[in-house]
């Protein structure tokens, strides 16, 4: 019975289709304070601000493409005689353009639209602005379907589960620096899966995994999806 794998993904895989991460060299978060651009007192002090960061953030993952790692998942999934599900902490729709169906986005979407009055969710217009009406309640309190600091990431109930069933867990282009993302590992290990982190350099939850693969992700997932599809 092949394994079931499970593969968290952070900012770093979509680095080479062009999209930042947040805190490499020049990362959004040296761009911008995430107090001012990722919280709801941000949000609710400057709508603009934070309208403005994500539809530029949203336009640029509409044009940007999946890339070597993106597609070499999507393959893993078609090809791999178990289950796979990708639990990725990323905005960008680039895992499903690649192909990859199980995709949990514990983060949100930048193409997802969410009414702060009702609740009610829709496809995101390309440039929301604080007076975008929600087309259920019309109230002019559309924001942006994303997770932001001191929110509860969502799927989470659906992950934990995941975490307990898995046997292969792999972490990519993530810096381990965002709990609960973070702590997947360990709740990996904990009940006996290996665990394996392919990323740029080393992160800071390195030392958790059995083994662990440097390099750009273009170059080293495909390389351990070979491996794995042998
Ligand atoms: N290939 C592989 N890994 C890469 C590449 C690349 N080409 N470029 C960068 N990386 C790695 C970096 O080494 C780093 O470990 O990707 C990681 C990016 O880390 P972050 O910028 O912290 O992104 P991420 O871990 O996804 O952040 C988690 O923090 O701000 C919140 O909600 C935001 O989802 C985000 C969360």
């Known amino acids: ?13 979509s680095a080479e289709s062009g999209l930042g991460t947040f805190r490499d060299e020049g990362g959004l978060w040296s761009q911008h304070r995430i107090e001012d651009v ?7 002090r400057n709508p603009t601000l934070v309208h403005r960061f994500y539809s530029a953030r949203r336009q640029q993952a509409a044009a940007a493409h999946p890339n070597a790692a993106h597609h ?3 393959r893993l999934e078609a090809e791999w005689p178990g289950e796979v599900v990708i639990v990725t902490q990323n905005v960008d729709g680039l895992h499903e353009a690649a192909g990859s169906r199980a995709v949990l986005h514990m983060h949100g979407t930048l193409a997802g639209a969410l009414c702060a009055t009702c609740d009610h969710r829709w496809p995101a217009p390309p440039e929301m602005t604080p007076t975008t ?25 659906e992950i934990l ?12 282009g993530t810096s381990g620096q965002v709990y609960p993302a973070a702590s997947f590992v360990q709740e990996a290990a904990s009940q006996g899966a290996e665990t394996v982190e392919l990323t740029l350099e080393r992160s800071e939850i390195s030392r958790a995994f059995d083994h ?9 997932v495909p390389r351990w999806v070979e491996t794995l599809l042998g």
Do not use: N, Q
């Open 161 to 172: 589960t995941h975490l307990s069933e898995v046997e292969l867990f792999a972490a990519i």
């Open 1 to 13: 019975m092949a394994r079931k794998i499970v593969i968290l993904t952070g900012a770093g895989i």
């Open 212 to 220: 662990r693969h440097f390099g750009p992700a273009t170059e080293v």
């Open 133 to 157: 009406p929600c087309p259920a309640c019309h109230a002019p309190r559309a924001r942006p379907d994303v997770v932001w600091f001191g929110e509860i990431p969502y799927h989470m109930e």
């Open 38 to 44: 990722a919280t709801p007192e941000g949000f609710a």
């Open 72 to 74: 070499a998942l999507a």
